[in-house]
């Protein structure tokens, strides 16, 4: 039957699209790299990235750290949005804290490193990993919820806002809460004072004619996971695809030969600039030595004390700033000495652990939400998906609105990590909450700039060394520049219907 069509039952088929970056990321195209591989030596003896081929798809990432701005908005966002919950603001706040040394007087950045607008630009420090992955949660809802109001899918910010005809601002009838990206693609967020003026038909039969507010005579409907329309999660990079991205061996790679390998994000064995104009000049914003982090004054050769700002020095050949130094970024991974001998050779990640979106209402298949409009989440039971009977049990001995478990962890942690830990603080400092981090920063000397050292620390820790950066998964073909490579013709199928 043909696709597309409302009175043989309306099956939609969008053309095939390949979902461009979100805002601020860089397509990296991925391939088979040596993790691991640009180790030329291991000064701490720990063997803890030994050498082994792998795989990453591609993905995007981010061209620049997060910098203070960012955030700034970020809380700004939570001020407005929820006036009176002193919690959420206080919980998203940075531990500015971070920069007190009792030997030292950096106090002045207590106060002014995240607010202050000669920081502006500056990578964003003082942030756990968990406050990284919530502020990636709510940037992947900022961006899809602007691409929906600006072409009309929702209403428009200044309708929104009182902005537009009549002047007083919209009232939601559906939903007082944010947009959420979940909650939307379950068909939970629409009505009176959401809905946009250019909402898709909708070509169900079975569907109910649209209301006034959407302008048009027939059914409409919210956009679709099919539509292609929205963006993927932003979400933190994996340490594979870290340190594949801080490499940028593309950039020396041609016919799939790669001429020469690297120890940093750039050509050669040095730190310094080989080039004309800037010769000497060091390419990354680290320490040189005990007590020297800018050099000498009337000659500041990396330009920073601290941190510096985000697109300072070179970018590597993907286009990234700062992938060696200034500050060391958070990864997904959790942290294992042995994690080579486990991971997969294709997108390799160490930390999968599964969940299932609750159910306030199995009939209608409605998500359950939290105070933030969020859909809850719970431990998933199993890896695969379970039979409608095995569904029903479940719902039987648990309750009405939940499937939660015991977390399904399918890696080799073992299950004695989330139930012993005992040996946590006396024999190791590594456990489940332990996480990756890569990159080097201001106050690291220049071994720590190979991408592949790698280091720990746990998940609801801060530092003044430490920010990060978010990635996105790339959906479809993963050839990023197709002009100028040999290519197969797609050919159409022969197959004639009778």
Known sequence: MAYNNKYNGGFEVNNKVKAGPGPGLIAIEGGTFVMGGSLNQDLGYEFDNVRRRVTVASFYMDETEVANVDWLEYLHWIRRSYPTDAEYYYNALPDT???RQPLSYNEPYVNNYLRHPAFQDYPVVGVTWEQANDYCAWRTDRVNEEILRRDGYLMDYKTLAGGGKGGAPATATASADPFNTDIYLNGQFRGEGIDGKKMKKDLNPNAAAGGATTG???PVRPVRLEDGVLKQPYRLPTEAEWEYAALALAGNTEYENIADGRIYPWNGLGVRSPKKRTQGMILANFKRGEGDNMGTGGYLNDKADITGPVRN???????????????????ADVYRKLSFEDFSDFNPFRGNEFVNKRLSDREKGLYAKDKYGRPIKDAAKSGKKQKWSEMQSDVASVDSTSLAGKPYKPDFRGHLDTVNTSLYGTTTLVNDRSRVYKGGSWNDRAYWLNPATRRFMQQDETSAEMGFRSAMTLVGAP???????PQFTQGKSKAKSK
């Open 97 to 99: 804290l971070v920069w």
């Open 216 to 218: 048009k005579s027939g």
């Open 313 to 331: 020095y070179v970018p590597n050949d993907f286009g990234l700033y700062n992938m060696a130094g200034n500050v060391n970024e958070w990864t």
């Open 479 to 485: 050839e990023i520049i197709s002009k100028g490579k």
